[in-house]
Protein backbone atom coordinates (compact mmCIF):
# COMPACT_ATOMS: atom_id res chain seq x y z
CA UNK A 1 0.00 0.00 0.00
CA UNK A 2 1.42 3.24 -0.99
CA UNK A 3 1.18 5.96 2.20
CA UNK A 4 0.89 9.35 1.63
CA UNK A 5 2.58 11.47 4.61
CA UNK A 6 1.19 15.40 4.42
CA UNK A 7 2.49 17.56 7.25
CA UNK A 8 0.03 20.76 7.75
CA UNK A 9 1.77 23.54 8.54
CA UNK A 10 1.35 27.86 9.19
CA UNK A 11 4.13 29.15 11.19
CA UNK A 12 2.04 31.48 12.93
CA UNK A 13 -0.69 30.11 15.19
CA UNK A 14 -4.31 30.03 15.04
CA UNK A 15 -4.95 30.17 11.01
CA UNK A 16 -6.55 26.92 11.30
CA UNK A 17 -4.01 24.44 11.27
CA UNK A 18 -5.60 21.64 13.62
CA UNK A 19 -9.07 22.73 12.59
CA UNK A 20 -7.59 22.07 8.28
CA UNK A 21 -6.41 18.42 9.72
CA UNK A 22 -9.02 17.31 11.48
CA UNK A 23 -11.69 18.16 8.50
CA UNK A 24 -9.51 17.13 5.43
CA UNK A 25 -8.90 13.63 7.59
CA UNK A 26 -12.28 13.14 8.15
CA UNK A 27 -13.50 13.74 4.89
CA UNK A 28 -10.64 11.75 3.90
CA UNK A 29 -11.74 8.88 6.24
CA UNK A 30 -15.99 9.71 4.55
CA UNK A 31 -14.30 9.31 1.14
CA UNK A 32 -13.65 5.52 2.90
CA UNK A 33 -9.83 6.07 3.09
CA UNK A 34 -7.56 4.86 5.82
CA UNK A 35 -6.26 7.72 7.78
CA UNK A 36 -4.41 8.55 10.95
CA UNK A 37 -4.28 12.29 12.28
CA UNK A 38 -0.82 12.71 14.36
CA UNK A 39 -0.77 15.36 16.90
CA UNK A 40 2.43 16.65 16.97
CA UNK A 41 1.70 19.52 19.48
CA UNK A 42 3.25 18.53 22.67
CA UNK A 43 2.35 19.96 25.71
CA UNK A 44 -0.81 22.54 23.55
CA UNK A 45 -2.95 19.07 22.52
CA UNK A 46 -6.36 20.09 21.09
CA UNK A 47 -6.55 18.15 17.82
CA UNK A 48 -8.67 15.57 20.33
CA UNK A 49 -11.42 18.06 21.12
CA UNK A 50 -11.76 19.32 17.56
CA UNK A 51 -12.31 15.77 16.89
CA UNK A 52 -14.46 15.46 20.17
CA UNK A 53 -12.39 12.14 21.14
CA UNK A 54 -11.23 13.96 24.31
CA UNK A 55 -12.90 11.28 26.54
CA UNK A 56 -11.22 8.16 24.83
CA UNK A 57 -7.63 8.86 24.90
CA UNK A 58 -5.46 6.53 27.02
CA UNK A 59 -2.29 6.57 25.65
CA UNK A 60 -0.17 9.38 23.55
CA UNK A 61 2.65 9.87 21.31
CA UNK A 62 5.10 9.94 23.97
CA UNK A 63 3.97 6.92 25.25
CA UNK A 64 4.76 5.19 22.21
CA UNK A 65 8.14 6.63 21.83
CA UNK A 66 8.68 5.39 25.11
CA UNK A 67 7.67 2.31 24.89
CA UNK A 68 5.30 2.92 27.72
CA UNK A 69 2.64 0.95 25.39
CA UNK A 70 1.85 -0.63 21.96
CA UNK A 71 1.25 1.75 19.07
CA UNK A 72 -2.11 0.00 18.51
CA UNK A 73 -3.09 0.82 22.10
CA UNK A 74 -2.37 5.01 21.51
CA UNK A 75 -4.22 4.62 18.16
CA UNK A 76 -7.50 6.55 19.34
CA UNK A 77 -10.33 5.08 17.03
CA UNK A 78 -13.09 7.99 15.49
CA UNK A 79 -16.31 7.86 16.54
CA UNK A 80 -18.21 8.15 13.37
CA UNK A 81 -15.93 7.20 10.51
CA UNK A 82 -14.40 3.29 10.20
CA UNK A 83 -10.85 4.14 9.27
CA UNK A 84 -10.25 7.03 11.13
CA UNK A 85 -7.60 7.48 13.75
CA UNK A 86 -6.16 9.97 16.44
CA UNK A 87 -2.79 9.51 17.81
CA UNK A 88 -3.16 11.88 20.05
CA UNK A 89 -0.20 14.62 21.37
CA UNK A 90 1.26 14.01 25.01
CA UNK A 91 -0.66 17.03 27.16
CA UNK A 92 1.71 17.49 30.14
CA UNK A 93 5.67 16.97 28.37
CA UNK A 94 7.68 18.71 26.12
CA UNK A 95 8.43 19.23 22.47
CA UNK A 96 11.48 17.44 23.26
CA UNK A 97 10.28 14.54 24.46
CA UNK A 98 10.26 13.34 20.94
CA UNK A 99 13.32 13.47 18.44
CA UNK A 100 12.95 13.62 14.44
CA UNK A 101 14.44 10.87 14.55
CA UNK A 102 11.59 8.72 16.53
CA UNK A 103 9.05 10.39 14.73
CA UNK A 104 10.20 9.08 11.72
CA UNK A 105 10.43 5.48 13.17
CA UNK A 106 6.66 6.09 14.36
CA UNK A 107 5.61 7.39 10.37
CA UNK A 108 7.12 4.45 9.15
CA UNK A 109 5.00 1.73 10.96
CA UNK A 110 2.07 3.89 10.76
CA UNK A 111 2.78 3.16 7.13
CA UNK A 112 2.26 -0.18 7.16
CA UNK A 113 -1.97 0.28 8.03
CA UNK A 114 -3.04 3.75 6.71
CA UNK A 115 -3.15 4.92 3.61
CA UNK A 116 -3.03 8.94 4.62
CA UNK A 117 -1.07 9.98 7.70
CA UNK A 118 -2.12 14.13 8.09
CA UNK A 119 0.61 15.54 10.67
CA UNK A 120 -0.75 18.08 13.10
CA UNK A 121 2.13 20.66 12.87
CA UNK A 122 2.57 23.23 15.76
CA UNK A 123 2.69 26.84 15.59
CA UNK A 124 6.57 28.10 15.63
CA UNK A 125 9.72 26.85 13.56
CA UNK A 126 11.64 25.42 16.43
CA UNK A 127 11.89 21.98 17.64
CA UNK A 128 7.57 21.05 17.23
CA UNK A 129 8.28 21.73 13.63
CA UNK A 130 11.02 19.59 13.25
CA UNK A 131 9.66 17.02 14.33
CA UNK A 132 6.40 17.37 12.43
CA UNK A 133 8.06 17.63 9.56
CA UNK A 134 10.75 14.69 9.99
CA UNK A 135 8.72 12.23 8.28
CA UNK A 136 6.63 13.84 6.29
CA UNK A 137 6.86 13.49 2.35
CA UNK A 138 4.34 16.18 1.32
CA UNK A 139 3.51 19.79 3.15
CA UNK A 140 0.30 21.85 3.38
CA UNK A 141 0.86 25.25 4.25
CA UNK A 142 -2.01 27.10 5.63
CA UNK A 143 -2.43 31.18 5.46
CA UNK A 144 -4.63 33.36 6.35
CA UNK A 145 -5.60 36.40 4.34
CA UNK A 146 -3.61 38.65 6.60
CA UNK A 147 -0.30 40.21 6.49
CA UNK A 148 1.02 38.25 9.57
CA UNK A 149 0.28 34.95 8.79
CA UNK A 150 1.15 35.24 4.98
CA UNK A 151 4.72 36.82 6.35
CA UNK A 152 4.87 33.69 8.38
CA UNK A 153 3.65 31.03 5.50
CA UNK A 154 6.85 32.79 3.35
CA UNK A 155 9.26 31.82 5.91
CA UNK A 156 7.73 28.56 6.25
CA UNK A 157 7.94 27.64 2.65
CA UNK A 158 11.49 28.75 2.62
CA UNK A 159 12.59 26.68 5.59
CA UNK A 160 10.27 23.64 3.74
CA UNK A 161 12.01 23.98 0.80
CA UNK A 162 15.40 23.62 2.61
CA UNK A 163 14.21 20.72 4.48
CA UNK A 164 13.67 18.76 0.35
CA UNK A 165 10.42 19.72 -0.01
CA UNK A 166 10.17 20.31 -3.27
CA UNK A 167 6.68 21.79 -3.87
CA UNK A 168 4.65 22.84 -0.82
CA UNK A 169 1.07 24.01 -1.55
CA UNK A 170 -1.20 26.50 0.29
CA UNK A 171 -4.65 26.54 1.61
CA UNK A 172 -6.01 29.86 1.97
CA UNK A 173 -8.26 30.26 4.92
CA UNK A 174 -10.88 32.40 6.71
CA UNK A 175 -11.48 34.54 2.98
CA UNK A 176 -13.94 37.12 3.45
CA UNK A 177 -15.17 37.56 0.01
CA UNK A 178 -16.80 40.21 0.16
CA UNK A 179 -13.97 42.28 2.11
CA UNK A 180 -11.79 41.00 -0.60
CA UNK A 181 -14.01 42.67 -3.46
CA UNK A 182 -14.12 45.72 -1.94
CA UNK A 183 -10.58 45.91 -1.55
CA UNK A 184 -10.69 45.44 2.36
CA UNK A 185 -8.71 42.28 2.17
CA UNK A 186 -5.79 40.15 -0.07
CA UNK A 187 -7.34 37.84 -2.24
CA UNK A 188 -6.23 34.46 -3.90
CA UNK A 189 -4.01 36.36 -6.39
CA UNK A 190 -2.90 38.95 -3.94
CA UNK A 191 -1.53 36.24 -1.93
CA UNK A 192 -0.48 34.19 -4.77
CA UNK A 193 1.24 36.66 -6.15
CA UNK A 194 3.35 36.88 -3.11
CA UNK A 195 4.04 33.59 -2.04
CA UNK A 196 4.24 32.32 -5.79
CA UNK A 197 3.14 27.94 -4.73
CA UNK A 198 0.45 25.99 -6.08
CA UNK A 199 -3.11 26.60 -4.32
CA UNK A 200 -4.74 23.13 -2.84
CA UNK A 201 -7.66 25.28 -1.75
CA UNK A 202 -9.55 28.03 -0.52
CA UNK A 203 -11.78 28.06 2.72
CA UNK A 204 -14.05 30.57 3.80
CA UNK A 205 -14.86 32.51 6.53
CA UNK A 206 -17.61 30.71 8.33
CA UNK A 207 -19.54 30.77 11.58
CA UNK A 208 -20.19 27.19 11.46
CA UNK A 209 -17.16 25.99 12.25
CA UNK A 210 -17.00 27.73 15.93
CA UNK A 211 -20.26 25.61 16.07
CA UNK A 212 -18.64 22.60 15.06
CA UNK A 213 -15.74 22.73 16.80
CA UNK A 214 -17.92 23.37 20.10
CA UNK A 215 -19.42 20.48 18.80
CA UNK A 216 -16.86 18.13 18.46
CA UNK A 217 -17.75 17.70 14.85
CA UNK A 218 -15.69 18.48 12.62
CA UNK A 219 -17.40 20.70 9.42
CA UNK A 220 -17.41 18.36 7.23
CA UNK A 221 -19.66 16.28 8.65
CA UNK A 222 -22.20 18.82 8.21
CA UNK A 223 -24.02 19.41 4.69
CA UNK A 224 -24.97 22.76 4.51
CA UNK A 225 -21.49 24.50 5.84
CA UNK A 226 -19.75 26.16 3.56
CA UNK A 227 -16.28 25.89 5.13
CA UNK A 228 -17.07 21.92 5.35
CA UNK A 229 -17.60 21.78 1.63
CA UNK A 230 -14.39 23.84 0.79
CA UNK A 231 -12.50 21.40 2.94
CA UNK A 232 -14.59 18.61 1.02
CA UNK A 233 -13.06 19.73 -2.17
CA UNK A 234 -9.41 19.49 -1.00
CA UNK A 235 -9.58 15.96 0.58
CA UNK A 236 -11.06 15.06 -3.43
CA UNK A 237 -7.71 17.17 -4.72
CA UNK A 238 -5.59 15.04 -2.44
CA UNK A 239 -6.74 11.23 -3.72
CA UNK A 240 -5.90 13.08 -7.03
CA UNK A 241 -9.97 13.92 -8.51
CA UNK A 242 -9.66 16.87 -10.65
CA UNK A 243 -11.69 19.28 -8.51
CA UNK A 244 -12.03 22.89 -9.27
CA UNK A 245 -11.11 25.60 -6.37
CA UNK A 246 -13.89 27.40 -4.35
CA UNK A 247 -13.24 30.88 -5.74
CA UNK A 248 -15.26 32.09 -3.19
CA UNK A 249 -17.80 33.40 -5.76
CA UNK A 250 -21.65 32.17 -4.59
CA UNK A 251 -22.78 29.68 -7.30
CA UNK A 252 -26.02 30.57 -7.73
CA UNK A 253 -27.21 33.31 -5.41
CA UNK A 254 -31.19 33.02 -6.30
CA UNK A 255 -31.28 29.12 -4.68
CA UNK A 256 -29.22 30.20 -2.45
CA UNK A 257 -31.43 32.75 -1.25
CA UNK A 258 -34.21 30.75 -1.05
CA UNK A 259 -31.96 27.56 0.80
CA UNK A 260 -31.56 30.59 3.36
CA UNK A 261 -35.32 31.27 3.55
CA UNK A 262 -35.55 28.38 4.34
CA UNK A 263 -32.84 27.66 6.83
CA UNK A 264 -31.14 24.91 4.54
CA UNK A 265 -27.90 27.82 4.15
CA UNK A 266 -25.94 29.92 6.17
CA UNK B 1 -14.25 59.14 16.34
CA UNK B 2 -13.92 62.81 15.52
CA UNK B 3 -16.88 64.06 13.15
CA UNK B 4 -14.13 65.12 10.76
CA UNK B 5 -12.73 61.34 10.92
CA UNK B 6 -16.75 59.99 9.92
CA UNK B 7 -17.45 62.78 7.10
CA UNK B 8 -13.67 61.76 5.78
CA UNK B 9 -14.70 58.37 5.51
CA UNK B 10 -18.06 58.67 4.39
CA UNK B 11 -16.89 60.81 1.22
CA UNK B 12 -13.19 59.68 1.15
CA UNK B 13 -13.12 58.82 -2.64
CA UNK B 14 -9.78 57.83 -3.53
CA UNK B 15 -8.19 55.98 -0.67
CA UNK B 16 -6.12 53.68 -1.31
CA UNK B 17 -7.46 50.30 -0.77
CA UNK B 18 -6.20 48.58 2.48
CA UNK B 19 -5.18 45.47 0.58
CA UNK B 20 -2.95 47.20 -1.62
CA UNK B 21 -1.47 49.09 1.14
CA UNK B 22 -0.79 45.43 3.16
CA UNK B 23 0.30 43.79 -0.09
CA UNK B 24 3.11 46.73 -0.88
CA UNK B 25 3.88 46.44 2.93
CA UNK B 26 4.59 42.42 2.53
CA UNK B 27 6.63 43.21 0.06
CA UNK B 28 9.54 44.51 0.98
CA UNK B 29 9.63 43.03 4.19
CA UNK B 30 9.78 40.04 2.74
CA UNK B 31 12.82 41.16 0.50
CA UNK B 32 14.55 41.30 4.32
CA UNK B 33 12.98 38.41 5.51
CA UNK B 34 14.28 36.77 2.35
CA UNK B 35 17.48 37.84 2.33
CA UNK B 36 18.14 37.18 6.05
CA UNK B 37 16.86 33.86 6.02
CA UNK B 38 20.68 33.07 6.16
CA UNK B 39 23.31 34.56 7.21
CA UNK B 40 25.50 32.73 5.13
CA UNK B 41 23.45 34.68 2.13
CA UNK B 42 25.36 38.16 2.90
CA UNK B 43 28.44 36.68 2.89
CA UNK B 44 28.55 34.49 -0.17
CA UNK B 45 27.38 37.80 -1.97
CA UNK B 46 30.14 39.83 0.09
CA UNK B 47 32.80 37.13 -1.61
CA UNK B 48 31.04 36.78 -4.95
CA UNK B 49 31.73 40.95 -4.71
CA UNK B 50 35.32 40.85 -3.59
CA UNK B 51 36.48 38.21 -6.28
CA UNK B 52 34.72 39.97 -9.40
CA UNK B 53 36.19 44.01 -7.88
CA UNK B 54 39.30 42.70 -7.19
CA UNK B 55 40.06 41.93 -10.50
CA UNK B 56 39.67 45.37 -11.50
CA UNK B 57 40.46 47.36 -7.88
CA UNK B 58 42.95 46.94 -5.19
CA UNK B 59 40.31 47.00 -2.04
CA UNK B 60 40.83 47.03 1.66
CA UNK B 61 38.95 43.42 2.16
CA UNK B 62 38.70 43.96 5.87
CA UNK B 63 36.60 47.30 6.25
CA UNK B 64 34.28 45.94 3.50
CA UNK B 65 30.96 46.29 4.49
CA UNK B 66 28.05 44.55 2.63
CA UNK B 67 23.99 45.13 4.03
CA UNK B 68 20.98 45.47 2.83
CA UNK B 69 18.69 47.98 4.07
CA UNK B 70 15.42 49.76 4.18
CA UNK B 71 15.06 53.13 3.04
CA UNK B 72 11.14 54.82 3.13
CA UNK B 73 9.88 52.58 -0.03
CA UNK B 74 11.91 50.32 -1.03
CA UNK B 75 15.13 47.76 -0.23
CA UNK B 76 18.56 48.74 -0.96
CA UNK B 77 22.12 46.92 -0.81
CA UNK B 78 24.74 49.11 0.68
CA UNK B 79 27.72 48.26 -0.46
CA UNK B 80 30.88 50.14 1.69
CA UNK B 81 34.23 49.16 -0.49
CA UNK B 82 37.10 51.38 0.40
CA UNK B 83 39.09 51.58 -2.42
CA UNK B 84 43.41 51.72 -1.67
CA UNK B 85 44.38 51.78 -5.46
CA UNK B 86 43.41 50.83 -9.41
CA UNK B 87 44.92 47.62 -11.07
CA UNK B 88 46.69 48.58 -14.13
CA UNK B 89 43.93 47.19 -16.81
CA UNK B 90 45.38 46.30 -20.04
CA UNK B 91 43.69 48.25 -22.37
CA UNK B 92 43.02 46.28 -25.82
Given at each position: ?E????V?T??KG??GK??T????GT??????K???L????IG????????????????D?????N????L????????R???????P???T?E??A??PH???NL????????E?I????P??I?Q?FR?A?A????A??V??PE????R?????IG?????G?R????????L??????????M?I?D????L???LLG?????????V?????EP?????V??A??????V???I?GQ???I????E????????M??V???R | ???LD?LN??F?KET???K?V?????????????AS??????NA????????I?EY???D??Q??V??E?????V?????????G???????
Open positions: MSKVIISGGVTTTANIALAMMGKVVLDTDLRNLDVVMGLENRIVFIVDVVNNCKQQALTKDKYEGLYLLAAQKKTVSQMKINELKKEFFLVDCAGEGNIGADEVVATISSVDADRILLEASFEPKLIINRRSKMAKRGDMDDILDISIEVVPEDEYIVSTNRGAVTDTSKGAAYRRARRTDVEYTGETSSLVNRFKMKLA | MALIRIAVNSDAKERLRLVLVHDRVSSDFILKEDLIKVRLEIEELSNLNEDNSALIANIPVRFKKVVNE
